[in-house]
């Protein structure tokens, strides 16, 4: 085994080398404790036992076993792919804010990350202004056109993934752009037509194809069928252009020149929106989006989810995410296990090495307790979490403490293998179960600025390349599909269907967190990688504040959790240990490509006493941090 990890390690450490050298030139919500009405709601029997895993939103391209925490004293800057990064990072030394910062990353990953974000996706933003938490809400919309059955065959099914994914029937109204406009009105320092010069230059002069975009490419079995992507992505004999080549991307240089210059009036009125209308109705699979979508779009400021987690606090993404709740959730649920049962308390349950010391596996009994708590909120979200404006979500009542206690007493040594939905307190349940495998490609961006502030954003175009539909040089969301394809079981309505100007239930959990009592701002974390996505910040965040774990070691750690299925391991970073000590449990245990990409900047005291930011990206993807 020992001789397998290190072969594997090596592998993926290989492809980073190369990517290098080419880059070288280049308010609260919670409740007051109440007892619940129960702990378990009535719900459909699960699926059968056969049934598979959803499939990743983009393939493994690579481990980096040579990063390190990156250290700061002013400003510091993450994202997916050091050229965003780099631009975040000047921005900020040129006095801009966080949210500065982050729409010039935003802006480049349109360019060089197209297969997760860009201007025709969406994104959640959660922001520190020194003062105040603040989450923006750019989810995409439903076309007023698109009823319940959008998913369905004339035959009554849901379609296949890919058939409703490919296409304008899976588009929905852009948001990113609104998100970034409303948060940048309040936060902004640096002029809007700034952020976009690092975007428009490289993407008029060119970037070398990185070796995770190739591989994204090279796995796409849809790209053949769009001329625009063939074109762009493609050589002249139909295969992908080699990592190492300079892609130069002018439509995508003059659409962010108009951007840049007239706001996002550029994008949702004039000759791009007739562009996007006229591509998502004349696909193959057409869709309904209309101008008066478009025009109609706006993004929304939310209530953030805010609850206390020991000696912290935790602030996430409200409805339409459940990343927030979820996180939530987790952690009270982990709290409250320690108290009734004292062998859970994690803090004793830290990690070891599996081949490497850049490679931590985490105690059989964290990874129990935290995959247990993971079953029961990923119970609860199914059921119970939509967009708010049009489902009614108790979040106070899905986080009140006492309500955890009661979800916390249903973990025991043994697995529960299938969690079901709870009551919370106020809670009736009026709806059936989602049982739709969301698959969302993401990218995430963290970074904290010289005054004090700070963002974590989430940002995506749902599947990896989106509908696969081009328009003025960058992808369009296919993010209907993150809706239930299903509306409906046993007469009962499921509460993430698909509805006329509703935003889907999304995963993403863009995170912020501070000292509890004194409300100091510590940190903040997110990651890309779909339905897995909670699973990911977790752990992620059970290492920095529970584990004290060096901020890199905490992201590189061997991913683990649960979306209410089998125990899912990451594959090629566990030993037969681990796997073999939670089969004793009674877990199904599933090894997997996991294949996060975190960032987080965390305040930390190095040893001669100067608290500093401490920032790491993941090493699954290409990202880095930079900071001054």
Same mark, same amino acid.
């Given at each position: 085994?020992?001789?397998?990890?290190?072969?594997?390690?090596?592998?993926?450490?290989?492809?980073?080398?190369?990517?290098?050298?080419?880059?070288?030139?280049?308010?609260?919500?919670?409740?007051?404790?109440?007892?619940?009405?129960?702990?378990?709601?009535?719900?459909?029997?699960?699926?059968?036992?056969?049934?598979?895993?959803?499939?990743?939103?983009?393939?493994?391209?690579?481990?980096?076993?040579?990063?390190?925490?990156?250290?700061?004293?002013?400003?510091?800057?993450?994202?997916?792919?050091?050229?965003?990064?780099?631009?975040?990072?000047?921005?900020?030394?040129?006095?801009?804010?966080?949210?500065?910062?982050?729409?010039?990353?935003?802006?480049?990953?349109?360019?060089?990350?197209?297969?997760?974000?860009?201007?025709? @996706?969406?994104?959640?933003?959660?922001?520190?202004?020194?003062?105040?938490?603040?989450?923006?809400?750019?989810?995409?919309?439903?076309?007023?056109?698109?009823?319940?059955?959008?998913?369905?065959?004339?035959?009554?099914?849901?379609?296949?993934?890919?058939?409703?994914?490919?296409?304008?029937?899976?588009?929905?109204?852009?948001?990113?752009?609104?998100?970034?406009?409303?948060?940048?009105?309040?936060? @902004?320092?640096?002029?809007?037509?700034?952020?976009?010069?690092?975007?428009?230059?490289?993407?008029?002069?060119?970037?070398?194809?990185?070796?995770?975009?190739?591989?994204?490419?090279?796995?796409?079995?849809?790209?053949?069928?769009?001329?625009?992507?063939?074109?762009?992505?493609?050589?002249?004999?139909?295969?992908?252009?080699?990592?190492?080549?300079?892609?130069?991307?002018?439509?995508?240089?003059?659409?962010?020149?108009?951007?840049?210059?007239?706001?996002?009036?550029?994008?949702?009125?004039?000759?791009?929106?007739?562009?996007?209308?006229?591509?998502?109705?004349?696909?193959?699979?057409?869709?309904?989006?209309?101008?008066?979508?478009?025009?109609?779009?706006?993004?929304?400021?939310?209530?953030?989810?805010?609850?206390?987690?020991?000696?912290?606090?935790?602030?996430?993404?409200?409805?339409?995410?459940?990343?927030?709740?979820?996180?939530?959730?987790?952690?009270?649920?982990?709290?409250?296990?320690?108290?009734?049962?004292?062998?859970?308390?994690?803090?004793?349950?830290?990690?070891?090495?599996?081949?490497?010391?850049?490679?931590?596996?985490?105690?059989?009994?964290?990874?129990?307790?935290?995959?247990?708590?993971?079953?029961?909120?990923?119970?609860?979200?199914?059921?119970?979490?939509?967009?708010?404006?049009?489902?009614?979500? *108790?979040?106070?009542?899905?986080?009140?403490?006492?309500?955890?206690?009661?979800?916390?007493?249903?973990?025991?040594?043994?697995?529960?293998?299938?969690?079901?939905?709870?009551?919370?307190?106020?809670?009736?349940?009026?709806?059936?179960?989602?049982?739709?495998?969301?698959?969302?490609?993401?990218?995430?961006?963290?970074?904290? *600025?010289?005054?004090?502030?700070?963002?974590?954003?989430?940002?995506?175009?749902?599947?990896?390349?989106?509908?696969?539909?081009?328009?003025?040089?960058?992808?369009?969301?296919?993010?209907?599909?993150?809706?239930?394809?299903?509306?409906?079981?046993? @007469?009962?309505?499921?509460?993430?269907?698909?509805?006329?100007?509703?935003?889907?239930?999304?995963?993403?959990?863009?995170?912020?967190?501070?000292?509890?009592?004194?409300?100091?701002?510590?940190?903040?974390?997110?990651?890309?990688?779909?339905?897995?996505?909670?699973?990911?910040?977790?752990?992620?965040?059970? @290492?920095?504040?529970?584990?004290?774990?060096?901020?890199?070691?905490?992201?590189?750690?061997?991913?683990?959790?649960?979306?209410?299925?089998?125990?899912?391991?990451?594959?090629?970073?566990?030993?037969?240990?681990?796997?073999?000590?939670?089969?004793?449990?009674?877990?199904?245990?599933?090894?997997?490509?996991?294949?996060?990409?975190?960032?987080?900047?965390?305040?930390?005291?190095?040893?001669?006493?100067?608290?500093?930011?401490?920032?790491?990206?993941?090493?699954?993807?290409?990202?880095?941090?930079?900071?001054?």
């Amino acid at each position: 085994m020992a001789h397998l990890l290190a072969s594997r390690l090596a592998w993926r450490g290989s492809i980073i080398v190369t990517f290098t050298a080419l880059m070288a030139g280049c308010g609260t919500q919670s409740g007051a404790p109440a007892a619940p009405a129960a702990t378990a709601a009535p719900a459909a029997p699960p699926p059968p036992a056969t049934a598979t895993l959803p499939p990743a939103p983009e393939i493994a391209s690579g481990y980096r076993t040579d990063m390190s925490t990156v250290y700061a004293e002013k400003y510091m800057a993450a994202a997916a792919n050091p050229l965003a990064t780099e631009a975040g990072r000047d921005v900020l030394r040129q006095g801009g804010s966080a949210i500065d910062a982050a729409i010039a990353m935003q802006a480049v990953l349109t360019l060089v990350e197209p297969q997760a974000s860009g201007v025709g @996706g969406g994104a959640f933003i959660m922001y520190w202004d020194g003062k105040r938490v603040q989450a923006f809400d750019g989810r995409e919309t439903a076309p007023a056109g698109a009823t319940e059955n959008l998913f369905l065959r004339p035959d009554g099914k849901p379609m296949e993934f890919s058939e409703a994914q490919i296409g304008g029937r899976s588009v929905g109204t852009p948001g990113v752009l609104r998100a970034l406009e409303m948060a940048h009105r309040e936060h @902004g320092k640096l002029k809007w037509s700034q952020l976009f010069q690092r975007a428009i230059s490289l993407a008029e002069k060119g970037f070398p194809i990185s070796p995770r975009l190739y591989a994204q490419v090279a796995s796409d079995k849809f790209m053949s069928n769009s001329p625009e992507m063939s074109a762009y992505f493609l050589d002249a004999q139909g295969k992908p252009k080699p990592a190492g080549t300079i892609l130069k991307n002018p439509q995508l240089a003059q659409t962010l020149r108009a951007i840049a210059a007239n706001g996002p009036n550029a994008l949702y009125t004039g000759p791009i929106a007739r562009d996007i209308v006229t591509k998502v109705n004349g696909s193959l699979n057409p869709g309904s989006l209309s101008t008066r979508d478009l025009v109609n779009y706006r993004a929304k400021l939310r209530v953030p989810v805010c609850t206390d987690y020991k000696r912290w606090k935790i602030c996430g993404m409200p409805p339409p995410s459940s990343g927030g709740i979820a996180l939530a959730q987790i952690l009270g649920t982990l709290q409250a296990l320690e108290t009734r049962n004292p062998k859970y308390a994690l803090a004793a349950l830290k990690p070891s090495a599996v081949s490497t010391p850049a490679v931590l596996e985490a105690n059989p009994d964290a990874v129990h307790a935290i995959a247990e708590a993971d079953r029961l909120a990923y119970a609860d979200r199914g059921l119970y979490v939509a967009d708010s404006d049009f489902v009614q979500v *108790d979040i106070a009542g899905m986080v009140n403490p006492a309500y955890l206690e009661q979800r916390a007493s249903l973990i025991s040594d043994k697995s529960m293998g299938k969690a079901q939905p709870g009551v919370p307190p106020g809670t009736s349940v009026a709806f059936a179960p989602d049982r739709s495998p969301p698959r969302i490609s993401t990218s995430q961006i963290v970074a904290v *600025d010289s005054r004090g502030g700070a963002i974590s954003m989430t940002t995506t175009v749902e599947s990896y390349f989106g509908s696969h539909i081009m328009v003025r040089g960058f992808m369009l969301n296919n993010q209907l599909t993150d809706f239930s394809f299903l509306p409906s079981e046993n @007469g009962k309505p499921v509460a993430n269907r698909v509805e006329p100007g509703k935003r889907p239930r999304s995963s993403m959990a863009p995170t912020l967190v501070f000292d509890r009592e004194s409300g100091k701002f510590l940190g903040t974390v997110g990651s890309p990688g779909g339905s897995q996505i909670i699973e990911y910040v977790s752990k992620t965040l059970v @290492g920095l504040l529970d584990w004290n774990m060096d901020v890199q070691a905490a992201i590189g750690m061997a991913n683990f959790g649960s979306r209410n299925g089998p125990t899912e391991l990451e594959k090629g970073l566990v030993t037969p240990a681990l796997a073999d000590a939670l089969k004793q449990r009674g877990h199904q245990v599933a090894e997997i490509e996991m294949t996060s990409g975190t960032q987080a900047i965390m305040r930390r005291q190095r040893a001669d006493g100067r608290l500093v930011w401490a920032g790491g990206a993941d090493p699954r993807r290409e990202g880095v941090a930079m900071g001054d």
